[in-house]
């Protein structure tokens, strides 16, 4: 009983830790980009671009644009990624969308740097997008026949042509810098504008209760609660109860609770961007330069949202909560669960299978990612648990190279969609990939030249190019004729 006590408080130490901690200056804005990529960006502006027939280097980097758009998991994005292959996106660029989409959005990468590191983000970026470029290139060359008996019946469905409005473009932006705002790392953000002390001498009191309730380790990666989290808990909360009076049914009208809902959010992201510390003579609010950059970018959020039609801006505000509605209860569950994992886990398992960086650590992250399922973004707080519990960063980034990718959900969905042949093509080739990031990244880390890393990257990617190469020259090579 006492080991089951111990686990649930585990969970629930994690979970009041990740709300007060990385929701809001991250998730929030994400959530409402999300739902404007959904709402505003018309269909045919992203698919036109990735056609057979369109040229290579249009049509993979459109379709790596189109899936950093889109906050998806494995198991969202296969709907999509069907719907653009059977209405005329070639083989190779609708797998790019698949590989690239769930691992290299905005999201993802924002929720990376914030809790991995700017530089593992980065790492995160480029890698996927080489080698989501590499996988889809392959896949069109290796299935080349199927592809072009494809292409003959779906490549009139591109000649729709559509543009993005002024204003919904001013509001994606603008959604951005809040964003960027809230996540940057800048001294000049970070720095004190001006500071006011709040009489409430119960708040460092308060502070040391929360640490009762919410005891952490810092070795295990816990963070515990701070008194301005405990905050930032209750207007959650608050958002989430108006939301559902307010954005249930926002394509009907929005109402009081439709405002509420909203001015909730501002005011909470604006709370997230101070700093306050307890102490015993009160409670110190610093107003930092963030929350003037945050506050400047959510006044010309609401400057571009008064310019959209009635339409528009509900749709906006549906998608966005058909998102939260969709990823976040998993994400609440999944958290949950790696704070009871936590308790069971000892950083010496962890450390004698991935604790360095050769081939078989990267592979057993790689076969770890492939085989289980955590929804969107919740790979990336167990990337955050497997690093403090002594995990390699190089082994670490083969997982989450290949956890958003696949499940084993939606590798019977691909199947559904393009065949088994191509399906076990597919996780072959992500898994391959995955563990030269890995490795690449790794000897990164560990501090081999620059330059012999850049080397190994050249030559793999020289490889590649090779076999592409031999492979369209046998794909041009006639047949032998029978005699």
Same mark, same amino acid.
């Given at each position: 009983?006492?080991?089951?006590?111990?686990?649930?408080?585990?969970?629930?130490?994690?979970?009041?830790?990740? #709300?007060?901690?990385?929701?809001?200056?991250?998730? *929030?804005?994400?959530?409402?980009?999300? =739902?404007?990529?959904?709402?505003?960006?018309?269909?045919?502006?992203?698919?036109?671009?990735?056609?057979?027939?369109?040229?290579?280097?249009?049509?993979?980097?459109?379709?790596?644009?189109?899936?950093?758009?889109?906050?998806?998991?494995?198991?969202?994005?296969?709907?999509?990624?069907?719907?653009?292959?059977?209405?005329?996106?070639?083989?190779?660029?609708?797998?790019?969308?698949?590989?690239?989409?769930?691992?290299?959005?905005? @999201?993802?990468?924002?929720?990376?740097?914030?809790? *991995? =590191?700017?530089?593992?983000?980065?790492?995160?970026?480029?890698?996927?997008?080489?080698?989501?470029?590499?996988?889809?290139?392959?896949?069109?060359?290796?299935?080349?026949?199927?592809?072009?008996?494809?292409?003959?019946?779906?490549?009139?469905?591109?000649?729709?042509?559509?543009?993005?409005?002024?204003?919904?473009?001013?509001? #994606?932006?603008?959604?951005?810098?809040?964003?960027?705002?809230?996540?940057?790392?800048?001294?000049?953000?970070?720095?004190?504008?001006?500071?006011?002390?709040?009489?409430?001498?119960?708040?460092?009191?308060?502070?040391?209760?929360?640490?009762?309730?919410?005891?952490?380790?810092?070795?295990?990666?816990?963070?515990?609660?701070?008194?301005?989290?405990?905050?930032?808990?209750?207007?959650?909360?608050?958002?989430?109860?108006?939301?559902?009076?307010?954005?249930?049914?926002?394509?009907?009208?929005?109402?009081?609770?439709?405002?509420?809902? #909203?001015?909730?959010?501002?005011?909470? *992201?604006?709370?997230?961007?101070?700093?306050?510390?307890?102490?015993?003579?009160?409670?110190?609010?610093?107003?930092?330069?963030?929350?003037?950059?945050?506050?400047?970018?959510?006044?010309?959020?609401?400057?571009?949202? /008064?310019?959209?039609?009635?339409?528009?801006?509900?749709?906006?505000?549906?998608?966005?909560?058909?998102?939260?509605?969709?990823?976040?209860?998993?994400?609440?569950?999944?958290?949950?669960?790696?704070?009871?994992?936590?308790?069971?886990?000892?950083?010496?398992?962890?450390?004698?299978?991935?604790?360095?960086?050769?081939?078989?650590?990267?592979?057993?992250?790689?076969?770890?990612?492939?085989?289980?399922?955590?929804?969107?973004?919740?790979?990336?707080?167990?990337? /955050? @648990?497997?690093?403090?519990?002594?995990?390699?960063?190089?082994?670490?980034?083969?997982?989450?190279?290949?956890?958003?990718?696949?499940?084993?959900?939606?590798?019977?969905?691909?199947?559904?969609?393009?065949?088994?042949?191509?399906?076990?093509?597919?996780?072959?080739?992500?898994?391959?990939?995955?563990?030269?990031?890995?490795?690449?990244?790794?000897?990164?880390?560990?501090?081999?030249?620059?330059?012999?890393?850049?080397?190994?990257?050249?030559?793999?990617?020289?490889?590649?190019?090779?076999?592409?190469?031999?492979? @369209?020259?046998?794909? /041009?090579?006639?047949?032998?004729?029978?005699?």
């Amino acid at each position: 009983m006492n080991a089951f006590l111990r686990l649930i408080e585990g969970g629930a130490g994690n979970l009041a830790a990740y #709300l007060a901690a990385h929701v809001l200056l991250c998730l *929030l804005p994400a959530f409402f980009i999300a =739902g404007a990529m959904a709402a505003l960006i018309p269909k045919a502006s992203i698919t036109r671009w990735l056609g057979r027939s369109a040229p290579h280097h249009v049509s993979y980097p459109a379709a790596a644009a189109a899936g950093s758009l889109l906050a998806v998991c494995s198991c969202t994005i296969v709907p999509l990624f069907a719907g653009i292959y059977k209405k005329g996106a070639g083989l190779g660029p609708a797998i790019t969308f698949l590989f690239f989409a769930p691992a290299g959005n905005v @999201m993802a990468l924002a929720y990376t740097g914030s809790i *991995l =590191g700017a530089e593992f983000a980065f790492a995160r970026f480029v890698l996927c997008l080489l080698f989501g470029i590499g996988i889809g290139l392959l896949m069109a060359l290796i299935f080349w026949r199927d592809d072009a008996r494809h292409d003959a019946l779906t490549d009139t469905a591109f000649a729709e042509r559509a543009r993005i409005g002024g204003a919904a473009l001013g509001l #994606l932006l603008s959604l951005v810098a809040v964003l960027i705002a809230g996540t940057l790392k800048l001294s000049l953000l970070n720095a004190s504008v001006v500071s006011v002390t709040l009489p409430l001498p119960g708040a460092e009191a308060w502070q040391a209760t929360l640490l009762r309730w919410v005891p952490f380790d810092a070795a295990k990666g816990e963070e515990g609660v701070s008194v301005q989290g405990s905050l930032l808990i209750v207007l959650l909360l608050a958002i989430a109860l108006t939301a559902w009076k307010g954005l249930e049914n926002i394509v009907e009208g929005a109402n009081r609770w439709t405002w509420l809902t #909203l001015g909730l959010a501002a005011a909470t *992201l604006l709370v997230a961007a101070m700093r306050l510390t307890p102490h015993s003579g009160g409670l110190d609010v610093a107003f930092t330069g963030r929350v003037l950059a945050v506050g400047a970018a959510l006044w010309a959020v609401l400057h571009h949202a /008064r310019r959209l039609d009635a339409d528009a801006w509900r749709a906006w505000l549906w998608e966005s909560w058909r998102f939260v509605k969709q990823i976040f209860v998993l994400l609440v569950v999944g958290v949950f669960v790696v704070g009871m994992v936590r308790q069971l886990i000892q950083p010496a398992w962890i450390q004698n299978l991935a604790g360095r960086n050769d081939l078989m650590a990267n592979a057993v992250a790689v076969v770890f990612g492939v085989f289980m399922y955590f929804p969107t973004l919740v790979e990336v707080p167990v990337a /955050r @648990m497997f690093l403090d519990l002594g995990m390699h960063p190089g082994p670490l980034l083969a997982y989450l190279m290949a956890d958003p990718e696949l499940s084993l959900q939606s590798i019977l969905m691909v199947a559904a969609v393009i065949g088994r042949p191509k399906t076990a093509a597919y996780v072959g080739l992500v898994a391959i990939f995955s563990v030269v990031a890995g490795l690449l990244y790794g000897a990164w880390v560990d501090g081999v030249n620059a330059g012999w890393v850049a080397a190994g990257l050249l030559a793999f990617l020289g490889a590649l190019a090779a076999l592409m190469a031999w492979m @369209m020259a046998r794909r /041009r090579r006639p047949a032998p004729t029978q005699v």
